[in-house]
């Protein structure tokens, strides 16, 4: 198990409580766990805004909760569902150090108003942060009364913590389009704050016109299963539920963000979304800000969110940056003693090894370049920007997760496993995702000590992954 040290990193990094971000890194045990168990592998199929988070784009909203269909009835049986989790619990326990008290795992079955069963579990945890007290938990929503139109996907677990196994962590979910389709179906017959949200990065980082079509397709025949009608803004704007969203945005997705936008912006785009999906409007993408000659364009930011640590020479909370830049909120930056509200879009490394900001002045339009190492703070403000540029620091389509050692496909028995593992006459090779230099070890630990790049510069890697063993 990581250290409280670990989370109180991600936490500065990411502008969130400790709380949250320890949740978080449970969560990725908890479907690592479930993925492993031989009868959950293939029948338990993840979705839902925690799904989009873990498993397609690194800066989201955190969520709490765990959301799967089922494709085994006999699997919503109270008794069953109580005794694999202590299974799962113990492997858990086996592989990172989490606690789930056997008292605490707790699962209701309860019927809907369409006449099917559904569950609802609880189960407390205790991991790094140690709480004294009351524990907290992890809620799992399962049913089996949800349509799946596409196949599902296996999906690498986005956990960018430093005990992430040598062969990854994965789970089966919905794919893409299902998620998307989903999340419409889900805002038209709810309205609530999440769906909105979730509706918008999905169409932000996804929305290429391949999948248009197949999104569609899904969303028709969800509707038809639920008896609804196809959502159109007419209908969104005449619901009752339509001035509770707004005044629930704050209550219901304040503490799963560093900071929320405003209600407004991600109404105004929903249109879009709907004439995209639609009437084939097509979206205009924006070019990325033209490469310096003294950049290097070979080096691109990892592509999912992890602690930089000391970001060459000082702290600087580039997440919290990305966050923004994926949010399209401005940064209140403190560069060289004076303040200035910037849009963030690219961080690039320079051939010398510096991190550059490329940015534009809210106020004035005009381009901007700071270094990382010489930025002092940098706050998410509230005021949102329309793009420009190509928005570089986030992902506009579906993260795998960085390059690491994959086994061949298998089920992962329930047995004690440790993490790392050392061998006599072993030599591992590390990889550093930020700066690209190797590293020869006699374990398989991918956890990276302080080092240079190949520049000669600090570099902010902490967590490597496995290339090959010799």
Request: aromatic share 10%; proline share 7%; hydrophobic share 35%.
């Amino acid at each position: 198990m990581i250290d409280r040290q670990d989370i109180f990193d991600f936490s500065r990094e990411l502008g969130l409580r400790p709380e949250i971000v320890e949740k978080d890194y449970v969560l990725g045990w908890v479907l690592s766990g479930i993925f492993a168990h031989p009868s959950f592998r293939q029948t338990w199929i993840f979705k839902g805004g925690t799904c989009v988070k873990k498993c397609f784009f690194e800066t989201y909203r955190f969520s709490e909760d765990l959301d799967f269909t089922l494709a085994d009835t006999g699997h919503l049986d109270e008794r069953y569902l109580t005794d694999a989790f202590m299974q799962i619990a113990r492997w858990i326990y086996e592989q990172s150090g989490i606690e789930f008290p056997e008292d605490s795992v707790r699962f209701e079955v309860y019927e809907k108003p369409r006449g099917r069963v559904s569950v609802q579990g609880r189960i407390s945890y205790r991991g790094p942060m140690m709480p004294r007290g009351a524990l907290p938990r992890i809620k799992l929503d399962l049913t089996d009364d949800e349509l799946v139109v596409l196949d599902p996907v296996i999906r690498d677990v986005h956990h960018p913590y430093p005990d992430r196994p040598d062969d990854g962590m994965r789970i089966l979910c919905y794919a893409y389009e299902e998620l998307f389709a989903e999340k419409v179906r889900a805002l038209a017959e709810r309205e609530r704050p999440r769906d909105l949200y979730d509706v918008i990065h999905l169409y932000r980082h996804g929305s290429d016109g391949t999948a248009r079509g197949v999104i569609l397709d899904v969303l028709k025949r969800k509707c038809e299963y639920k008896a609804i009608a196809l959502p159109s803004m007419a209908a969104l704007e005449s619901q009752p539920a339509r001035a509770e969203l707004e005044t629930e945005w704050e209550n219901m997705l304040g503490h799963q963000l560093p900071a929320l936008p405003p209600f407004e912006q991600f109404w105004r785009e929903l249109p879009e979304v709907l004439d995209w999906l639609y009437r084939e409007v097509t979206r205009v993408a924006e070019k990325a800000y033209p490469y310096q000659p003294q950049e290097d364009t070979a080096w691109r930011p990892p592509a999912m969110g992890q602690s930089w640590g000391p970001a060459v020479r000082t702290e600087v909370p580039i997440e919290i940056i990305r966050f923004a830049a994926a949010n399209h909120l401005c940064i209140d930056l403190s560069y060289k003693g004076s303040r200035r509200l910037i849009e963030p879009y690219s961080v690039r490394r320079t051939r010398a090894g510096h991190l550059i900001l490329h940015a534009i002045r809210h106020d004035s339009g005009e381009h901007r370049a700071y270094r990382v190492d010489e930025i002092q703070d940098a706050l998410v403000s509230k005021i949102p920007f329309t793009p420009r540029y190509a928005v570089e620091l986030t992902a506009t389509g579906p993260l795998s997760a960085p390059p690491a050692y994959r086994k061949q496909e298998s089920t992962v028995p329930l047995r004690s496993r440790a993490v790392r593992r050392s061998s006599a006459g072993l030599t591992c090779v590390i990889g550093c995702p930020v700066c690209g230099k190797q590293f020869n070890r006699k374990t398989r630990s991918v956890k990276l000590n302080k080092h240079k790049d190949k520049q000669g510069y600090p570099c902010a890697g902490r967590s490597g992954y496995l290339i090959t063993t010799k």
